[in-house]
């Protein structure tokens, strides 16, 4: 069955060819990339394919020291017009603190508290002098059906109905060995 | 290629102290003390791997410092710190998931990127898994209709009804979707007409639907991609007949929209023509462009008989036109002739195609920016350049023009502002951000945008800030880039945004001048339910040389502004800065001339006004050193002429020559030699001369002209050559110009010699007064020939008869 560029409504933003790779062994299905049209792919590279049901674009830039993750998608939006939301995933640092044990190799998502949506710039390169950080913006209230999917997740995360170890031995063992 | 997102193991996950550096050059920590070691207890149950939720801090450069790390954390609350999303401001909707890779200090190694990627994949798939599956219904519906073109139609029709006017303008999406942000209208038409084939049968439809949410633009950006698909598509029936229709009505369409464009023409105002010149040369050069075979020079000759503009019959077509001869498809094709010459059909279409390319300003903002921003959940940051010249200072800023989609100017004066797209620019037809942001900041501006008279700002509190920074921007010694930023309180931001907006749709600064406006953006935080607290307006300015600094004197910055044409300094952060009974927007005089399409005095009661063709400024109150105008148009003016208005004014009186002089110097001169000309290159050509709705002809040779030197020479000749700069002149061939007449017609069109790009329309009064002037003179003394200066003007300051009407 041929797809069409309308027919995918998720992205999967990534940077590094690593997290590209890691998310694209996770496709249920991997589909055939779309004829070439100028006029409406860039440059970024996309893998096409089905998770769970969703026709899903992951896109990442062959550059990724010159192109950030929002230009990614930025232009997958706009390559793909009927993509819900976009998912960026990757890698990044933990912010170690009394209240919350975080650890290498946990899963950090942004979630919405207040008016933030989630995720706040800072631009380090204009920390005022009395060193406090300028934000710069946050990012945009997240869409509805994500809020929802979180919350469920994250119940059953609780109710140990899921285990993400399990889940990554899996694939270590499934795809990746 | 599994080793390297294997778990690396608890023993190698080292959080130091922040005040340890890391040892070696190794990567690795395997020379770090393990003294410094943070001690944390095991994870319970094996579980290594555990979802944290909260902020992430997205920053542009990588932190590896555990004390600023640390500071992050506690200033921000972040858990995480993200390099990706650096940019990525509020126009996505999106969710960010990261795997914890390091803890952002020294180090940080490349160990556990691999697992990390993993971690974060896995949870991306668990999250996947949870969240509904939709797909493009309302496409897959139109689409599973019955391919009879009809239904297909009727479907299109359902979705177009007023109703309907949805900001989503996808094509056949009759669902909204939580992007909501899709307004590249263009693009879907052509997505829908390359990669659909089922919804061809009613892309024409969709397309029209679309106009009536876009602006104008998209009507020639839609037409001219569906004449390129068609010409493009392999020999389907329906292409065929779509294509057979669309050559039938080519050049009834290139013909209306001829006809729009003169339309637009003669009712725009003398101020217009420079915006209706181009707006003109664009549209023939896009449809010269975007309807090849179409003559639009005919077409437009064509315009006064619509009727006779030839139509392709059938029995015309043949197969190396592409048109076609099978039956079957003719079927089809008398499908959809009825499709669009139902009823009333495609003349209504047209009509509508009209009313949709230039809408009233006001009509144009709510239909199409209202709608779409009630149901927008972003907060769209807005670029919105004024006027076409800004585009190149765009380009020399170097912005990445090519994420942006498209690019609006909005132009005109006071009665014909509106919007136009930047068609004489490559990136015109890209992107959706600009438009977001605009829409944004009109919608903001709500209803009475363009009521100036109704802008006085809420004065008085003190979290209200507004700065001017100037900065440098490597553009280069000479220039520099000046940024208005205003942060507040919603109430405070929407109302300097009102007269922001209102400013930007009606600006006019000249080119060359000393400041040029040149982006705004702003910057919105909402709060869940969609209202804005607070947020961020930003204008650029750019100009050439210093700006001074604004005298924050009170009563002074009115003054200021207007002679330094400073937009930065208009907006009074308290009211100490205002004179004490002033109020509304306080803005350069010339721009609110601009603003309000005046271009001459006139006498009315007793007061000196400025007046154009629609509206009139009277002044109201004087103060040290600033006019108070009122902005009214001239039916209202004259009919409260005998009430209100014939108080006299306190401090002037119209009928004394000097009272010129003092308002003037309210103008910001001292008198008339100080006017500033000299910088001024006036081009006359005939063919900008309009009068009120057409062009005005000047018929015979002989007799008079009138014009200012940019050397404050006022020269009058006998004959029409007007001089106004060394070598420069500018032949106006007439005759019979009685002085009479020339009184009468130069206070009819003062604006004879209006360059948009080279004089501002202060300079244009500066004009019209002297013209009159001279004209009264002329009149009084029957003086023909030349008069050379001084003695004109020393002949001008005895005339004792004001100029009247």
């Known amino acids: ?177 | 290629m599994r080793e390297l997102y294997e778990y690396p193991g608890q023993n190698r996950d080292l959080l130091f102290q922040p005040d340890y550096p890391h040892a070696q050059s190794e990567e690795e920590c395997s020379f770090c003390d393990p003294a410094n070691i943070i001690r944390r207890g095991p994870r319970d149950y094996d579980e290594h791997t555990q979802v944290h939720y909260g902020l992430i801090a997205s920053s542009n450069s990588i932190v590896k410092d555990a004390n600023v790390r640390d500071q992050i954390g506690t200033e921000l609350n972040a858990i995480c710190i993200d390099y990706e999303a650096s940019g990525l401001m509020s126009y996505l909707p999106c969710l960010m998931i990261r795997g914890v890779a390091d803890y952002a200090d020294s180090h940080k190694n490349a160990g556990w990127h691999g697992y990390a990627a993993l971690a974060a994949s896995a949870y991306t798939k668990r999250l996947l898994s949870v969240i509904t599956v939709t797909t493009n219904e309302g496409i897959a519906a139109v689409a599973s209709l019955d391919p009879d073109l009809s239904n297909a139609y009727r479907s299109g029709a359902e979705v177009d009804d007023g109703n309907s006017m949805s900001s989503n303008t996808s094509v056949g999406s009759m669902e909204a979707s939580d992007a909501g942000i899709r307004i590249s209208a263009a693009k879907k038409v052509a997505q829908a007409l390359i990669s659909d084939e089922r919804l061809r049968s009613i892309c024409v439809t969709a397309s029209l639907r679309l106009k009536r949410d876009m602006l104008q633009w998209n009507i020639f950006v839609a037409l001219g991609i569906l004449w390129e698909s068609l010409s493009e598509r392999p020999r389907t029936p329906v292409i065929l007949g779509l294509r057979w229709l669309f050559n039938r009505y080519r050049q009834h369409i290139a013909a209306s929209v001829t006809e729009i464009v003169c339309d637009q023409e003669t009712s725009l105002g003398v101020g217009q023509i420079e915006t209706t010149l181009r707006s003109d040369k664009i549209l023939t050069r896009l449809l010269k462009h975007r309807f090849p075979a179409a003559n639009v020079a005919n077409a437009a000759v064509n315009r006064t008989h619509p009727e006779e503009v030839p139509t392709m019959s059938l029995e015309d077509i043949d197969m190396e036109t592409l048109e076609p001869h099978d039956d079957a498809i003719l079927t089809d094709l008398t499908q959809l002739d009825e499709i669009l010459c139902r009823g009333t059909g495609f003349e209504d279409m047209l009509g509508k195609l009209k009313e949709l390319l230039f809408p009233p300003v006001h009509v144009l903002l709510e239909n199409t920016l209202g709608t779409y921003l009630a149901k927008t959940q972003g907060d769209p940051e807005v670029v919105c350049l004024v006027e076409w010249e800004l585009l190149q200072l765009v380009n020399s800023e170097s912005l990445d023009v090519k994420d942006i989609d498209c690019l609006f100017t909005l132009s005109g004066d006071f009665e014909n502002a509106r919007a136009d797209p930047l068609a004489d620019h490559e990136i015109w037809h890209t992107g959706k951000q600009l438009l977001e942001t605009v829409k944004s900041c009109l919608v903001m501006a709500s209803k009475d945008m363009f009521d100036p008279v109704d802008t006085e700002l809420k004065t008085g509190d003190l979290t209200n800030r507004i700065g001017v920074q100037l900065f440098k921007r490597g553009m280069g010694a000479e220039r520099e880039h000046a940024v208005v930023t205003i942060a507040g309180a919603a109430d405070y931001i929407r109302t300097i945004v009102k007269q922001l907006a209102w400013l930007t749709a009606t600006l006019r600064v000249p080119w060359g001048e000393m400041l040029t406006v040149s982006c705004i953006d702003f910057q919105s935080q909402r709060t869940q339910t969609g209202q804005i607290v607070e947020g961020l307006f930003r204008m650029s300015l750019w100009h050439q040389k210093t700006v001074p600094r604004p005298n924050d004197e009170p009563g002074q910055c009115w003054t200021r502004l207007f002679r330094r044409s400073v937009l930065a300094y208009g907006f009074p952060s308290s009211a100490a800065d205002r004179p004490e009974g002033m109020q509304g927007l306080e803005v350069p005089f010339d721009i609110m001339a601009s603003f309000a399409g005046v271009r001459f005095p006139v006498l009315l009661g007793e007061r000196l006004a400025f007046a154009g063709d629609v509206n009139v400024l009277i002044p109201e109150k004087f103060s040290e050193n600033s006019v108070q105008w009122h902005f009214d148009t001239i039916k209202n003016a004259r009919r409260h002429i005998k009430t209100s208005y014939s108080k006299e004014v306190p401090g002037i009186k119209d009928d004394d020559p000097r009272s010129i002089d003092r308002l003037r110097a309210f103008l910001g001169y001292s008198s008339f030699s100080e006017v500033p000309m000299g910088t001024q290159n006036f081009k006359i050509d005939q063919s900008e001369m309009f009068h009120a709705g057409g062009r005005w002809a000047l018929e015979n040779k002989s007799s008079l002209s009138i014009g200012i030197d940019v050397k404050k020479v006022v020269k009058v000749n006998a004959g029409i050559t007007l001089i106004y700069k060394k070598g420069e002149t500018a032949q106006i061939d007439d005759a019979n110009l009685h002085p009479d007449k020339v009184w009468v017609r130069s206070s009819e069109t003062p604006a004879l010699f209006y360059d948009d790009k080279k004089c501002t329309a202060f300079l244009l009064n500066e004009l019209s007064i002297a013209v009159q002037m001279v004209a009264t003179y002329l009149k009084k003394t029957r003086l023909w020939g030349l008069i050379k200066y001084p003695m004109l003007l020393d002949r001008l300051t005895e005339v004792k008869q004001p100029w009247q009407p």
Do not use: W
């Open chain 1, 1 to 177: 069955m041929s797809h069409r560029r309308n027919d995918y409504s998720i992205g999967i933003v990534c940077s590094l060819a690593i997290e590209h790779a890691a998310i694209q062994a996770l496709l249920d299905e991997e589909h055939d990339m779309l004829p070439t049209d100028e006029d409406v792919l860039d440059q970024k590279q996309y893998t096409l394919g089905s998770m769970c049901g969703h026709n899903v674009v992951i896109a990442s830039s062959p550059m990724p020291e010159l192109d950030s993750a929002a230009i990614t998608a930025q232009s997958t939006i706009r390559c793909f017009p009927d993509i819900r939301f976009c998912l960026l995933v990757g890698i990044g640092s933990a912010i170690p603190s009394g209240s919350d044990d975080i650890r290498l190799g946990d899963v950090v998502v942004s979630l919405a508290s207040g008016a933030s949506g989630g995720a706040v710039q800072i631009d380090l390169g204009r920390r005022h002098s009395s060193k406090s950080f300028e934000r710069l913006g946050s990012l945009n209230r997240q869409p509805l059906a994500l809020l929802k999917a979180i919350s469920l997740l994250q119940a059953r995360f609780d109710l140990g109905e899921l285990d993400l170890d399990e889940e990554i031995s899996q694939i270590l063992g499934r795809v990746l060995g």
